[in-house]
Every structure is written in structure tokens, then in C-alpha cells.
């Protein structure tokens, strides 16, 4: 039986869409539940159900076969996974974001402090175009940062923009796109290939359903 | 406040290295034995290697300085050394150099450690155990089959039988690349693609590049599944003579495996496109149940060997021992350990002598004692 990891959190819902549009049925109000661990589908699928930045982490070391997981996570973790599909789903961007008309340049008045959640994400970016900053990690609620003094700017996920509105913030830069990606461990690829196969064969024609339906 | 630091730091392992005992030892040691005795059956010789070389002995396994894969140090005449990352090169430069002179091919295998610095992702590991052996000089595709049937002997002496050994091809990826004229950020964007199965990276990058559709395609193929030999010859006819060869070599190897019934533990995957800078043909990866990660891993470097004055071609294949009793252990093999009890030799009276000429008598004849 394979195992599949999925996130908790603001991509459970649209994969769970997905997933359901695939065949494989797995219960409403899943938040509310205290199972980590359920079958569903068929042939009988087990969905484990971990925080978000842990399912690259699950795959890699090959305790799930595969995975949904954000592209931030994904790239942050550094996971040696496979990622053969882009599931389209929970489409945002990882911006740099601070309040209107600061400035991200080097001016001579100190380093640039920026918060985020994605530490490594954030030192690349800025270190691809030779401007040092300080990265301060955070676990959330990153949006309070600039307005309490403890950063200059945000590096964080966007949808609609309004969080940002709401706490004073702009977007400065974009960093890139973001959505949901599907997954695999290489061992597992290699010792249940086909099974796997099948799996993302459906989850792609489960795609084109949704799609359809948009 | 200084003494307490320095106790502190005689209690603890400094991160990424380990030690083991009892047990553990007994266990790992086992598995060793067991692999070793196999390669030695094949006619494989140990070699011992040292655990620094320069830098540039390296240069080929971690690439430039700047990736930090490697530990480096300052020698007492001021030449910068590595702390070895990679046994290959050193048997390599071995082989090219002390060894210059003796029949080819040479058969030789190696059992110890390298170091790796951890990098930004683990706070893991850094030190492990490898277990490899190499074949220098002799007919190429022999010389292929005979480490990948010899490795997966060595794992089933081991007691892993359930093992899977991909097949790739270092050539194949560089040729393509050359036919289709890329430059080398492209190169690296379809490297990196196809290594994760990216598509959609695999796609923009070669419509930016304006590649041909029918080279494309044969991009594409390098991630699909390949289930029989036979798929690998209709990949070949549009893809250029240097990649047709490498296909004809793999296909010969796969066959050949099937043929001595390996069919079910050997499948080929044209997608393995990392690994170390050195390789040149064939690849082989083995994977197990039970871990995420190729628990071995090897493959053809001609090139090699030149670098350290002598051109001869090479195949080799090592194991990584934590992997691999990792495997064993999630696949319920337990390697034998037990050794053969201890007779307990008590002194009569308070004569320590009397207890030693007893435990001597014993020794002397071969049985195991120990002092009470």
C-alpha cells in the first residue's frame, strides 16, 4: 500500500479537492479530527497527515512514497525528492514585502533586516544580487514584524494581498511563484515505480478534471 | 567558567562524527565481513587509504572550493589537504601510481570512512562507513557486468535480497546537450530538471532554448520508465551516434543481468543524471526497502585514472554500511553476531596465577575465556 504524506494547513482543503476528484475520498472537517493517519481510495491509499514543512522531510526519507507540498517548503527543506507534477493548486508568490516606500537598496545606513519563515529561501535571494542582510527566523505571524520593529521587510506568501493590506504592508519584489507540487522518494520510485506510476497518472487526469470544472 | 566549557567539550562528539560500541560494533562489523569475504571470493584485494590527500586529488568528487563539501586543512608544509570525501580517486591514484607496473586488470576493494561537512539541510551525519571495490584496466563492458553481478552477490551474502540496482549512463545527458547546442545555464536548468522529473522546468527550458521537437522528445523520454531492453533502442535512432552507443551498452548489460537472472532486482533509469563529477558510462544505483536513500551506488570513470599519470579505464561500486543495515534491519535480517561463549575461569583460593595458568591452558587450545 503506498503512503502518502499531505499537509495540514491552507493546502489541505484544495488537495483534498484534488485528491477527491482522483477517487480517493477522504473525510470533511479532517482539521477537526485527531487521526493523523487514514486510508482511503482504491486500491487502499494511506494519507499521513503532517505539518506542511514536514512532508518533504517524510518523503525524502522514503517513510511516505510521496507527497503534496507547497513549492515553498519544498525548496526551503532542500529535500532530494522528485517532483514530476505541478498540481496548480493553492497558487500564491514569496514576496518581499514591507511598508510603502522603504527601500530594499544598500544606502549605507546598516543591514537590512528581514523576517521570514523561510530563512534559506531569503539568504539566497538576496545573496544572488551580492546584498547582505540579516535573516531573523520566525513561525508565523510574520506580518508583525516591520509594524514592531523587529525587521525592516517580510519575506512570506501572498494570495490576495489583503493580510499584507491589513497590517500596513506593500509588496516591494516578487520572488517567484508558488503551488502545490506532487512529490516522490527516489528508493521508492525504484521499488514501486509502477505503483507510484499509477498514482500520479490519476492525480494528473484528476488535474484536468479540475481543470474543467474552473 | 573556562574549565566548564572544557569539560563540557570532553563529554560531548563534536557534530557530524560518531563512535560505537559493543553491540553496534559487533553488528557493523558482521555486515563488513560478510561483504568483504564476498568481494574476496571475487578475487578482490584489500587496499588500505590514507585519510588525507591534496585537495586537488578530490577536485573531481566535490568540485571548486566554494561548495564546501569537503573539510579541508592546512599540511605542516603548508599545502592544503582534504580530509576524504570519496575513497575513489585515492584507489585511483593508488592504482595510477604505487600500484603502476602490476597485471591489469586490478581487482581491489577498501572498507572505511569518509567525511562529508554537513550542509545547510542536515545536522545529520557527516562520517561514514563505505565499503567498495574497483576494477582497473580490462574490456569495458566485462568489466561493467562483472561489479554489478559482484555487488548484488555481495548484498545477497549480506542477506539483502530484496535489493532493486538501477542502471544509467553518464554519457548520455552531455551528448544530448552537445547535439542540441546548449549553453550553460540552460544545461544546468535541464540537468536539474530531469534529475527531479521536473516536465514543466524540462519544457520551458528547452522552448527558450528553441530545441528541435524531435530532440526534445528524446529529452522527455530520459524520465519515462523504462520497462524492457528493447525501449531503449527505439529511443536511440534520434538521438545521435554517442548517445546510441550508450543506449547499445546498457541495453547489452541489462540484458545480460536478465540473463543470469537478475531480471527482477535490475531495472534502467535514464533520469540519474547526479553523482560525482568523474563518471564517464555506465551507472548503477541500489535501492531497498525499508530506506529513502540509495543504500550503494557506482558506475564507469575513464578518465579518472589519467589525471594521476596513467590512462586506464575503471568501474567500481561502493556501499554505504549504515544504509544498508538500515535496510537489513527494516527487512528484518538480523546479521549474525552471536560469537562463541566465554568460559569463565575463577581463581581457586586467592592464587592469581593459578587462574591465569588455567585461562593460558585454555588459550593456548584455542577456546575463549574470561577472568572472573
Known amino acids: 500500500m503506498l503512503s502518502v504524506a499531505l499537509p495540514t494547513g491552507r493546502l489541505l482543503k484544495p488537495a483534498r479537492a484534488l485528491l477527491s476528484l482522483g477517487g480517493w475520498k477522504l473525510p470533511v472537517r479532517l482539521e477537526e479530527r485527531r487521526r493523523l493517519i487514514l486510508e482511503a481510495g482504491k486500491p487502499p491509499t494511506r494519507f499521513i497527515f503532517v505539518k506542511p514543512s514536514d512532508v518533504p522531510v517524510y518523503v525524502e526519507y522514503g517513510i511516505a512514497d510521496a507527497g503534496i507540498a507547497g513549492a515553498d517548503v519544498l525548496w526551503e527543506s532542500m529535500a532530494d525528492v522528485l517532483e514530476p507534477l505541478d498540481l496548480e493548486i493553492g497558487r500564491c508568490r514569496l514576496v518581499v514585502a514591507g511598508r510603502n516606500g522603504q527601500s530594499l537598496a544598500i544606502d549605507g545606513t546598516g543591514t537590512l533586516r528581514v523576517a521570514t519563515k523561510y530563512p534559506r529561501l531569503t539568504r539566497e535571494h538576496f545573496h544572488a544580487r551580492g546584498q547582505h542582510v540579516e535573516v531573523i527566523p520566525l513561525g508565523g505571524s510574520v506580518e508583525l514584524a516591520p509594524q514592531l520593529g523587529l525587521a525592516d521587510v517580510i519575506v512570506d506568501l501572498v494570495e490576495s494581498g489583503r493580510t499584507l493590506a491589513e497590517n500596513g504592508l506593500v509588496v516591494l519584489e516578487e520572488i517567484g511563484a508558488i503551488s502545490a507540487r506532487w512529490i516522490l522518494n527516489r528508493s521508492r520510485m525504484a521499488m514501486c515505480g509502477d505503483e507510484i506510476e499509477r498514482m500520479t497518472d490519476r492525480l494528473s487526469r484528476a488535474m484536468l478534471a479540475m481543470r474543467r470544472k474552473k | ?372
Open chain 2, 1 to 372: 567558567m573556562v574549565r566548564n566549557t572544557r569539560s563540557r567539550l570532553l563529554q560531548r562528539v563534536p557534530s557530524g562524527v560518531q563512535h560505537y560500541g559493543l553491540a553496534e560494533v559487533r553488528r557493523r562489523r558482521a555486515v563488513e565481513a560478510a561483504l568483504t569475504a564476498s568481494l574476496r571470493g571475487w578475487s578482490y584485494e584489500e587496499v588500505i587509504l590514507p585519510i588525507l590527500d591534496y585537495e586537488e586529488v578530490f577536485r573531481r568528487s566535490v568540485g571548486d572550493r566554494s561548495n564546501g563539501r569537503m573539510y579541508r586543512l592546512i599540511d605542516p608544509e603548508g599545502h592544503v589537504v582534504g580530509v576524504r570525501p570519496d575513497l575513489t580517486p585515492l584507489v585511483a591514484k593508488l592504482v595510477a601510481t604505487g600500484l603502476r607496473g602490476e597485471r591489469l586488470p586490478i581487482r581491489v576493494f577498501y572498507s572505511g570512512e569518509v567525511v562529508r561537512p554537513q550542509g545547510p539541510k542536515t545536522l545529520g551525519q557527516g562520517e561514514f562507513h563505505q565499503i567498495g571495490f574497483e576494477q582497473v584496466g580490462g574490456d569495458s563492458s566485462p568489466a561493467d557486468l562483472e561489479i554489478a553481478v559482484v555487488a548484488l552477490e555481495a548484498l545477497r551474502a549480506a542477506g539483502l535480497i530484496s535489493a532493486r540496482m538501477m542502471l544509467g549512463h553518464s554519457g548520455i545527458l552531455p551528448a544530448l546537450v552537445r547535439k542540441a547546442g546548449l549553453r550553460p545555464e540552460t544545461t544546468s536548468e535541464v540537468e536539474r530538471s530531469i534529475d527531479r522529473h521536473r516536465h514543466q522546468g524540462l519544457e520551458a527550458a528547452l522552448s527558450r532554448a528553441c530545441v528541435a521537437t524531435p530532440l526534445k522528445r528524446v529529452f522527455r523520454a530520459l524520465m519515462r520508465r523504462t520497462r524492457r531492453p528493447q525501449d531503449l533502442a527505439a529511443l536511440g535512432k534520434q538521438a545521435g551516434s554517442t548517445v546510441e552507443r550508450c543506449l547499445l551498452e546498457l541495453r547489452r548489460l541489462w540484458e545480460d543481468l536478465q540473463d543470469l537472472g537478475y531480471g527482477d532486482q535490475v531495472g534502467v533509469d535514464l533520469a540519474e543524471v547526479g553523482g560525482f563529477g568523474y563518471y564517464t558510462g555506465v551507472r548503477f544505483r541500489v535501492y531497498a526497502n525499508g530506506v529513502g536513500f540509495a543504500v550503494g551506488g557506482g558506475g564507469r570513470y575513464d578518465k579518472l585514472l589519467e589525471h594521476f599519470g596513467s590512462a586506464q579505464p575503471a568501474v567500481g561500486f561502493s556501499f554505504g554500511l549504515d544504509r544498508l543495515l538500515r535496510a537489513l534491519e527494516a527487512t528484518g535480517v538480523t546479521p549474525a553476531t552471536a560469537s562463541v561463549p566465554a568460559r569463565a575461569v575463577r581463581s581457586p583460593g586467592h592464587s592469581r596465577v593459578g587462574a591465569l595458568e588455567q585461562a593460558l591452558d585454555l588459550r593456548r587450545r584455542g577456546k575463549r575465556v574470561r577472568l572472573c
